[in-house]
């Protein structure tokens, strides 16, 4: 019999783990557990074994296990933080690779972490002194440069980032996440042929790069190069067949262009034998996001009678797809399963479990869901959303009216006082907008019905008159906060802050008999929308106009609370809580504007 010795078993478990056999690792490790007392390198491809299996909560118990046995050892608090950062604990990694640095002899590595997290964590001032720390210690150390130049974007410094970003493309040309960022910025910006170039670059060096391919098709759409985008999507696919995101991306397009058969390169993987049931289940969702709820709903019986344990996430979707087509008691079955699988997921359970009681009725039930879920997640402004609904079935009206009092929390405003003025920058606004509505359908997912939408975050492009009109829209957001009484206890009036800025923007151009579903935004703020060209029908019992509290539940019928008569020149801000939709029009002219979520710096 032979008998390994530890650097013999290390080696083995080293080369295991870097061809791919974790599984080997984390059963040989998981069979002879005394091995993570012998060295801290087992521990740590014993906890990179189990992440890339997924089981991170594994991967940190082991980790802090092992930090008991070999206390403070930077290698393994060093691990510990990557886990974190991949689980999107920031403060978390912040506060381990802190640890490691004063642990030991500070490592470039470490401290190229610390900036990482920083960063994630949105302290991006510390990231930036930490880049710059790290940069006197190893100047040229590219990776830190990366992250010192996205830090710079987080606050509004594209020059400097891009300049980073072309210093290391001198250095190193075939850097390939230098080009691929600095390709974005420009693609943000709505340079596109320069944001191309640099993608194609990027190609010469790697030809077989997924995730730049789509990117560079991705930048083909936004440039009109349609045929060129959809070879881009294709070649992608060919190389990273169960990429999901690729998959959605590709179909998002095909769906916006009108084609026969949008979801037929999804539809090609769903029939082979091996696709990972969680590609089916982002299938799912995109079906029911496009309201396809029959074939969602075929595809998860399919699933269901070849799988035995089903995720709460499966669950989860299914319980929607059944509220969706009415079936409420099969809803309140498969959401109540979600609720009680182990290890669900909480915040999906809970909330279809709310929206089926909702859908049924039981509005009061539903409230302690509703409650519940703004107390795990209060910057969520979509749970004040549906306590307003809960409220309002309940005829609860003292709290639905300190929630949704549209009297003070609707602001209506003319930008322009010069009615020339008015004329001609909307004149020039609605040319240039028109301009990039290419699409025939609207897109999934999203609120409007009958029309299309732009892509990308409209109010970053360096155009002008875009700029101009970003400025006008947050200061009469300021003068609207100003205007407005603070209550601690209130979701928008608790928080009025003295600096705010746009959180995504989009314009709207809906056709004859479009108009918006309710909706709301749970990530936003304060929204708002701006008016750009209407049709003369605005003019006739409500067509087009923009309306409050005319909730959107299956199963139940809400009347609007209030409605507001839109005008070429105004701005209609409000909490991005409240439901909020519009009535169709009937008229061969379009209704153009632009929408947008500010929140507080």
């Not at 490592?107 to 302290?123: E, H, K």
Request: aromatic content about 10%.
């Amino acid at each position: 019999m032979t008998y390994l010795n530890e650097k013999q078993i290390v080696g083995q478990l080293l080369n295991a783990y870097n061809t791919g056999q974790v599984a080997s690792v984390v059963n040989y490790v998981s069979v002879n557990r005394q091995l993570l007392k012998l060295n801290p390198v087992i521990i740590h491809i014993f906890a990179q074994s189990l992440r890339r299996q997924g089981d991170n909560a594994q991967a940190e118990k082991v980790l802090n296990q092992g930090l008991k046995k070999f206390k403070n050892n930077p290698d393994l608090l060093n691990s510990l933080g990557n886990l974190y950062l991949s689980m999107a604990k920031p403060t978390a990694a912040i506060n381990v690779f802190k640890k490691a640095l004063q642990a030991g002899s500070p490592s470039p590595d470490i401290m190229f972490n610390l900036s990482r997290a920083y960063n994630q964590a949105s302290r991006f001032e510390e990231a930036i002194r930490q880049c710059k720390h790290l940069l006197t210690v190893k100047p040229d150390y590219s990776s830190a440069k990366i992250v010192l130049a996205e830090s710079y974007v987080q606050l509004g410094d594209r020059t400097t980032a891009k300049r980073l970003l072309q210093d290391i493309t001198m250095v190193e040309p075939g850097n390939i996440k230098a080009l691929n960022n600095l390709a974005n910025l420009f693609r943000e910006e709505g340079k596109y042929s320069q944001a191309i170039s640099y993608f194609r670059t990027a190609m010469t060096h790697q030809p077989d790069n997924a995730l730049i391919l789509r990117n560079l098709a991705a930048c083909y759409v936004l440039n009109v190069e349609k045929e060129a985008a959809l070879e881009m999507y294709r070649k992608a696919i060919g190389l990273a067949p169960l990429d999901w995101q690729l998959h959605e991306e590709l179909a998002l397009f095909l769906w916006a262009e009108n084609a026969d058969k949008p979801f037929q390169y999804i539809e090609s993987q769903i029939a082979k034998t091996d696709t990972p049931i969680d590609f089916k289940l982002s299938y799912i969702q995109l079906l029911s996001n496009a309201d396809e709820f029959r074939r969602a709903l075929e595809l998860c019986n399919e699933i269901e009678k070849v799988t035995s344990s089903l995720p709460a996430a499966f669950l989860v979707a299914k319980a929607r797809i059944h509220r969706e087509l009415h079936n409420f008691s099969d809803a309140l079955h498969y959401s109540k399963l979600a609720l009680a699988t182990k290890g669900a997921h909480t915040i999906g359970a809970m909330s279809e479990h709310g929206y089926a009681l909702l859908s049924v009725g039981e509005a009061k039930a539903a409230l302690t869901y509703f409650q519940t879920l703004h107390r795990l997640e209060p910057a969520n402004q979509g749970w004040w959303t549906m306590i307003s609904t809960c409220w309002k079935m309940l005829e609860n009206r003292n709290d639905y009216l300190w929630l949704c009092d549209y009297t003070n929390l609707i602001h209506v405003k003319e930008l322009f006082q010069d009615p020339i003025e008015n004329v001609q920058f909307n004149n020039q606004l609605s040319t240039v907008l028109k301009d990039l509505h290419h699409n025939s359908n609207p897109p999934i997912g999203q609120s409007l019905q009958n029309g299309t939408q732009t892509y990308e975050d409209l109010l970053e492009s360096e155009l002008p008159i875009l700029q101009q009109l970003k400025v006008r829209l947050i200061e009469e957001a300021k003068n609207f906060i100003r205007q407005s009484t603070k209550d601690k206890k209130h979701p928008f009036l608790g928080r009025l802050p003295n600096n705010i800025s746009v959180k995504g923007s989009w314009s709207v151009h809906l056709h004859t008999a479009g108009f918006h579903k309710s909706h709301f935004h749970p990530q936003g703020w304060l929204s708002g929308v701006y008016y750009v060209d209407l049709p003369d029908e605005i003019e006739e019992a409500g067509q087009g106009w923009i309306v409050f509290g005319r909730a959107e539940v299956a199963g139940q019928h809400f009347e609007a609370d209030v409605a507001v008569k839109p005008q070429v020149g105004s701005v209609v801000f409000f909490p991005a809580y409240m439901w909020h939709g519009t009535n169709p029009f009937s008229s061969q002219k379009g209704r153009l504007t632009v929408a947008f979520d500010i929140v507080p710096d």
